[in-house]
């Protein structure tokens, strides 16, 4: 199971990347990452080591993983009244976190689709948003 997911900012940025792996691929799970090295958001398969910038083969790459924390205070302040969150949240309208199990390292990995750090311009101004599901 995975998720094809579009990263765009106002910079001119837009490529494809993707969570999770597909039935047939073993072994593969890829997950979003930036890489400093050709300034492009790419897949990278977090399972084969070292990790590997599939544009440019270089190896500097920053996940947009989110923290454990960052995804449980999401769940919790969402199991919360609405006025509640408000007044007490500003982090209210953030989307829901992708997410997917790694079956090969049992985690979840997630992330927010939203205000995420744009590798070529640097601005906290990268969105995801969903493409299609695929298994
Ligand atoms: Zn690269
Ligand atoms: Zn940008």
Not at 32 to 59: D, F, M, Q, W, Y
Not at 79 to 96: A, D, H, I, M
Request: hydrophobic share 35%; proline share 6%; with cysteine.
């Amino acid at each position: 199971m995975g998720t094809q997911l579009l990263a765009t900012c106002p910079c001119g940025v837009s490529h494809e990347v993707s969570i999770g792996g597909t039935r047939a691929s073993r072994g593969v799970f890829d997950f979003p990452h930036a890489c400093s090295g050709c300034r492009k958001v790419v897949s990278v398969n977090i399972l084969s080591e070292p990790l590997t910038c599939p544009s440019c083969r270089g190896s500097a790459l920053s996940s947009y993983q989110a923290s454990a924390a960052r995804v449980w205070m999401y769940k919790f302040m969402s199991s919360l009244p609405y006025s509640f969150q408000r007044k007490f949240w500003r982090g209210v309208s953030e989307s829901p976190p992708f997410s997917h199990y790694c079956s090969k390292n049992q985690r979840t990995y997630s992330m927010f689709p939203l205000r995420q750090r744009c590798v070529n311009c640097s601005k906290n101004t990268l969105d995801f948003s969903l493409l299609s599901l695929f298994d």
